[in-house]
């Protein structure tokens, strides 16, 4: 069972870069082939924010953080990293690790299409 666990969650003054991590126990090259970060505001439904695919080149970004947000991964220590630059009060929330086979890394993002999930790790932007 693949296990993802999130880091780097924190309080941030608005502007000020933030970065999260996401760490697997164990890697499946299918089942895993795409990773990337969601999102939860309060009282809001789970938005897809950025993807990446280890076997292809994908990568996908939502309108609401594209030049913003980075994702980034580390085949070796089987990690995915989300940097957070210029960070706003709307990009508050629990921010989750997830992965999934190849398609779900493919627009439109599905909550659906992902296998595995961490617990999450809250993001707050203080003004």
């Known amino acids: 069972q693949v296990q993802l666990v999130e880091s780097g969650g924190g309080s941030v003054l608005a502007g000020n870069p933030l970065n999260l991590s996401c760490a697997a126990s164990q890697f499946d090259s299918y089942s895993e082939d795409c990773m990337g970060w969601f999102r939860q505001a309060p009282g809001k439904e789970r938005e897809g924010v950025a993807f990446s695919s280890w076997g292809g080149n994908i990568h996908y970004y939502a309108d609401s953080v594209k030049g913003r947000f980075t994702i980034s991964k580390n085949a070796v220590k089987r990690a995915v990293y989300l940097e957070i630059n210029g960070p706003k009060p709307e990009d508050i929330g629990m921010y989750y690790c997830?992965?999934?086979?190849?398609?779900?890394?493919?627009?439109?993002?599905?909550?659906?299409?992902?296998?595995?999930w961490g617990k999450g790790t809250l993001v707050t932007v203080a003004t």
């Open positions: 997830t992965a999934g086979p190849p398609k779900a890394c493919y627009a439109p993002i599905r909550t659906s299409d992902f296998e595995y």
